[in-house]
């Protein structure tokens, strides 16, 4: 039986061109040859059919026989024998043309199958990925919202350690302001002392090297605390004597003024001057120059620094010898000259803790080095205000202390 027709094109084409206008993208190379394929086994199919509702030839059967009966009747005969032998070669290709579409139709039913079975992998396999994307999503979505959290924390954190921080600082504010209140009252009251101080008459509280050791001890920085009690001061002011006025000529020296003006222009502990690099080659270094080389240049160091403490030793407790008692000395053996001496006094430079013996003589040389770096200390800061020749001159009594020291001259009381 043949396929269904309708107005010589057949259904089947009509769903096979619905399911895809181009079968030959669909099918590819296949496609190619199933289109010409199908149409023409079509086109035979209607071919049957036509010939199917033709009238068959060679059938009729005449009434009345005629003269040439005979002739006409071995005509038909021969006739039939070629339409039957027409009929059966069509229906041989009609048959074979089923075949072939049976063929094409179960070919196109798999590939169809085969087609729908990978899209549909295809759609398993996107909605993987869908589920995957989806849970990056929502796991960024978490991790910037800690972040977020985090970030607002640490803020908050940040704001507050601000917080605490401006507060420490507003109190170091305040209790700076109030240092500085002090020290302001400090230094009125010390330039009160020093405009007193003359040369000629020099203020003994503020040089403490003129009193005598059983008036006054040693502090940190080369000065000597004061005795508090007051039966000692009464006593120390009832047997101070009037100094004799001193009758020698003094005549200023033109280059060393020059340089002690230049100098205090703009005041400097710089040795680099020629006001202190000529005082460091003349005075300070032949007056710290001790046997102890290595000794005496720590010494050096630490009067220029502000760091020397020189006490009594009778005043003091056995210290805590951190080095060799040949390099610190003792009582009877002084620690920068090396020789047999009686040492009533020691050195400590900085805060060592190592405490060193000095002779009678030592200590008046550094003594006098350190009264020069008190004074010139106190120009710096402003603290003296006297006419520029009478601090020259005052300059000048200290570098003949110094001379005078390191030639070995010191007084009794030391």
Known sequence: MSPPSCNGFNPFLWVILLLNPSPSLAFGAFGDLLIPLVMSLFSQANFEEDTQKQPAVGHWKTLMPSKGSKEE???????????????????????????????????????????????????KL??????????????????????????????????????????????????????????????TALKTLVITSTPSSPNRELHPQLQSPSKAVFRKGHGRHKSTSSAMISAASQNVTPEPVSHE?????????????????????????????????????????FTKRELSELVRVAVEQNTLTIEPV?????????VSAEECGGPKKCALSGLPRTCKHRIMLGDSGNYYYISPSCRARITAVCNFFTYIRYIQQGLVRQDVELMYWEVMRLRREMSLAKLGFYPNEV
């Open 249 to 289: 000529r003094k005549e200023v020296d033109p280059i060393l003024f020059a340089e002690f003006q230049a100098w205090k222009e703009s005041p400097t502990l710089d040795k680099s001057c020629s006001f202190l690099d000529r005082i460091y080659r003349e005075d300070v270094g032949p007056c710290l120059d």
């Open 73 to 123: 009747t071995e005509t038909g005969c021969q006739d039939a024998g070629g339409v039957d032998e027409t009929q059966s070669a069509e229906q041989l290709n009609v048959s074979r043309l089923r075949s072939s579409s049976v063929e094409i139709r179960e070919k196109g039913s798999e590939f169809l199958k085969e087609e729908l079975h990978k899209a549909q992998k295809e759609l």
């Open 126 to 187: 996107k909605d993987k990925e869908c589920e995957r994307l989806s849970k990056v999503r929502e796991q960024l979505e978490q991790e910037l919202e800690e972040l977020t959290a985090s970030l607002f924390e640490e803020a908050h954190k940040m704001v507050r350690e601000a917080n605490t921080k401006q507060a420490a600082s507003e109190k170091q504010l305040r209790e700076a302001r109030g240092k500085i209140d002090m020290l302001q009252a400090e230094v």
């Open 314 to 322: 009778a005043s003091q407790t056995l210290p805590v010898v951190k």
